[in-house]
């Protein structure tokens, strides 16, 4: 089996470990955080070896960081230190993946959800526990798909785009790039750039920068 390392020692990283580590396809060497508390300690039995910005000991790996923005900017670091660097997938062995999908690189695919003929999923993409994305649906790279929400087939969800736990979004909808779609939400209508939408029907509540925290 072949070493990988991991970006993040957080709750969604610790997700990904037990993903790998029932994958069987990978040894993990050790994880990589900016906490400077847990340097030299074990997070879910691997070592943290150093800081996300060091030199890593593998060749390959993920990234465990739940974030969108922070994801895509610790990507970008990673593809100027180390270009030669291969993000793998992480697919829990419960999934349900059409053969037809396309998963881009370093994507995650959570236990028990669903991704249904023709969907493409960009890098480095979330698709957490128990959600569903349909036939035809387009995620754009660093989007993310929140436990137990579900995609009407050829939804489109933009760059970095999050859509909150429960949340339900009818077929053929366009959901804009850096936008937020809050928890439980019916969205029944295409929702823009960079807001905040929440509610049944689901309407956008205010506006959004590109780097606003949402997790």
């Excluded at 074990?42 to 960081?65: D, E, Q, R």
């Excluded at 349900?96 to 690189?105: E, F, P, R």
């Excluded at 660093?142 to 909150?164: D, K, Q």
Aim: hydrophobic share 45%; aromatic share 6%.
């Amino acid at each position: 089996m072949e070493w990988i390392v991991i970006f993040g020692a957080g709750g969604h990283a610790q997700v990904i470990i037990d993903i790998i580590e029932l994958m069987g396809l990978y040894r993990i060497a050790g994880i990589y955080d900016d906490n400077p508390a847990l340097i030299g300690k074990f997070v879910a039995g691997y070592p943290v070896l150093g800081f996300v910005h060091s030199n890593v000991v593998a060749k390959k790996g993920i990234i465990g960081i739940g974030d969108n923005m922070q994801r895509e900017l610790l990507e970008r670091n990673i593809r100027a230190r180390m270009p030669d660097f291969v993000f793998i997938n992480a697919i829990h062995p419960s999934a349900i993946i059409s053969k037809n999908v396309t998963l881009g690189d370093g994507t995650a695919v959570m236990a028990g959800s669903v991704i249904n003929p023709n969907a493409v999923i960009g890098p480095h993409s979330i698709i957490n526990t128990m959600a569903s994305v349909d036939h035809d649906c387009v995620l754009e790279p660093f989007a993310s798909i929140a436990p137990g929400a579900h995609l009407g087939g050829n939804v489109h969800i933009g760059t970095r785009t999050f859509v909150g736990m429960s949340a339900t979004i009818i077929h053929g909808l366009q959901i804009g790039h850096d936008t937020v779609i809050g928890a439980g939400a019916t969205v029944v209508n295409n929702i823009p750039n960079h807001v905040v939408a929440y509610g049944s029907p689901a309407k956008p509540v205010r506006g959004r920068v590109m780097n606003e925290r949402y997790l």
